[in-house]
C-alpha cells in the first residue's frame, strides 16, 4: 500500500521560505510522477508543481519563479521550496503521486499546514 507522508510546513512570515518534504513508501517510485496541491481555507485544492521520472517539471503560474520541485528517488522523496513567500500561499499542502501508466493522482498524502504571516 502506497503512503505518502508530509512535512515541513509551519508558520513563516511573507517574505520567507519553507521547504517541504515528501517521503512515499510501499514499493519504488522512481517512474512515477509526484507532486503537490495545495488548499486555501474555504477553497478547493488547487495545483502547485508536479515532477516526472525525468526530472521534468511543471508549476502553476502563481508559484512560478519563487517555488522549486525536486525529487531524490534513491530516498522515494520529493521536495518543493517554498522562497518569497506570500499570505495567499497559505494552506494545507498535499503530496500526490501519479502512477506511470494511469491518468488521476491516484494517492494523496494527509497534507500539511502552511500559513503565511503578512
Known amino acids: 500500500q502506497v503512503q505518502l507522508v508530509e512535512s515541513g510546513g509551519g508558520l513563516v512570515q511573507a517574505g520567507g521560505s519553507l521547504r517541504l518534504s515528501c517521503a512515499a513508501s510501499?514499493?519504488?517510485?522512481?517512474?512515477?510522477?509526484m507532486g503537490w496541491f495545495r488548499q486555501a481555507p474555504g477553497k478547493d485544492r488547487d495545483f502547485v508543481s508536479s515532477?516526472?521520472?525525468?526530472?521534468?517539471?511543471t508549476y502553476a503560474d502563481s508559484v512560478k519563479g519563487r517555488f522549486t520541485i525536486s525529487r531524490d528517488n534513491a530516498k522515494n522523496t520529493v521536495y518543493l521550496q517554498m522562497n518569497s513567500l506570500k499570505p495567499e500561499d497559505t494552506g494545507v499542502y498535499y503530496c500526490?503521486?501519479?502512477?506511470?501508466?494511469?491518468?488521476?493522482?491516484?494517492?494523496w498524502g494527509q497534507g500539511t499546514q502552511v500559513t503565511v504571516s503578512s
Open positions: 510501499g514499493r519504488t517510485f522512481s517512474s512515477d510522477t
Open positions: 500526490v503521486l501519479k502512477t506511470k501508466g494511469y491518468s488521476g493522482w491516484g494517492s
Open positions: 515532477i516526472m521520472w525525468s526530472g521534468s517539471s
